[in-house]
């Protein structure tokens, strides 16, 4: 073909101009679009930049939305180019009505991608809106506008109804449900976590079975990421928290108070009833002072009384006799020092009790709650108070039950009833 014998009238000529002209105007429309529509709606966002305007007006959405104009431009002025067989017409419409699909979605993807940006910027400044994550409705309606964008694309493409592409999927509907099952399984425990409020974002959780004992930073559709005490991450599929047990520390943190349930193990061989001395020391003690009288007072009336019944003779036996122990006087100690501790919410459980005797010694547990619940203020106020009571158990008589090491054994062996003493005694 010889290009100078073409013309204005020829019909080739007419369609490349037809095709040109329709670029140009795609060119035209998206930069109207993208440097004047979207900068003139981006100028109202700063007016609203809560709720559904600071979304829909956001700049990323806009310059998405902006890339539908130059679509819809070729389905709209397609049909307006000369001498353009019908099929060609028809495949241009379609591909650019699917390309329309495809930008719309992208659109609607960023859109929510912004929303849950605001979501989290206002979350910042509300404790409330802190605690609720809508990552997992997010990321579940992404999933959503992907999949109807598939289908209108292929329907479009094929130039048939969505609904008979719908019906196409019927037979894929068995491999499909393989395929999300994880996430329609992690849907349906998110809604249920949500709606029972048995997770937030922030919470202190622990799950052995999955290694994770730190704090809740991210709620999505498919897993929940805690960052342990360590800094390590833990990936838990959301559907896990509800098939296993979990344990959620926020009753704690929201009650004010963390527990210190542990034991003292006190040598069973300390353990013995007071002398007369002995009480009259220990009443010096302020915190008991009041309780030592009062015991005391009680005692030698008890005393009149038995020898009343019994006589003098047998009054005299220990065995006849109420007396007190040093481990129960210093059980008393115990409970006074806590109500009389700063650290210590008085206004919950506090309780001092002896447990049942193991060949590792006596126990003796102190429950109490601290008036915090931060981890190094409550380890603080807990190591405090052990170290007291530690430090004050020779004052009562009393030891601390601990296994023989290496310093003890050789004692032993060195003492008058060991190898070397009896080897000596024996040349003796």
Known sequence: MNWQELSITDPWMQTLMGVFLLIMACVVAQWLARHVLVRALAGLRGATRHGAGAVLL???????????????VVQLGIRFVPNLPDK???????????????????????????????????ARDNKELQSHSIKSYVQLGQILVGIAA?????AALADKSP?????????????????????????TAGMQIESNDMLRVGDWIEMPQAGADGDVIDIALNTVKVQNWDKTIVTIPTW????????????????????????????????????????????????????VQEKASAVKISRTMRARELG??????????????????????VLAYLKAHTGIRQDMTIMVRLMQPTPEGVPLEIYCFTNTTAW????????DIFDHLLAILPEFGLSSF??????????????????RGYSEEARA
Not at 150 to 154: D, L, N, S, T
């Open 240 to 291: 896990k928290l509800m098939s296993e047990s979990f344990k959620n520390w926020r009753g704690m943190s929201e009650a004010g108070g963390r527990r210190i349930k542990r034991t003292l193990m006190l040598d069973a061989g300390t353990i013995h009833f007071l002398q007369d001395q002995e009480i009259e020391r220990l009443g010096q003690i302020d915190i008991i002072a009041a309780y």
């Open 88 to 122: 060609v017409v028809t495949v241009t419409e379609n591909v650019a009505a699917a390309l329309t699909v495809l930008f719309a979605a992208r659109a609607l993807f960023k859109a929510l991608e912004v929303a849950l940006s605001v979501y989290e910027q206002r």
């Open 376 to 383: 190094v203020a409550y380890e603080g106020i807990q190591g």
């Open 163 to 187: 609904l008979i592409v719908l019906s196409g999927f019927g037979a894929m509907s068995a491999v499909l449900m393989l395929v999300f099952q994880d996430t329609i399984k992690s849907f």
């Open 402 to 419: 601990q296994s023989p090491g290496g310093s003890d054994v050789r004692a032993l062996l060195d003492g008058p009833l060991g190898r």
């Open 58 to 72: 956001h700049p990323d959405v806009l310059t998405r939305v902006a890339q539908i104009v130059p679509t819809l």
């Open 312 to 333: 003098e003779a047998l009054a005299l036996v220990p065995a006849n006799q109420r007396r007190l122990t040093n481990v129960g006087t210093f059980r008393a100690y």
């Open 150 to 154: 598939v289908v209108v694309m292929i």
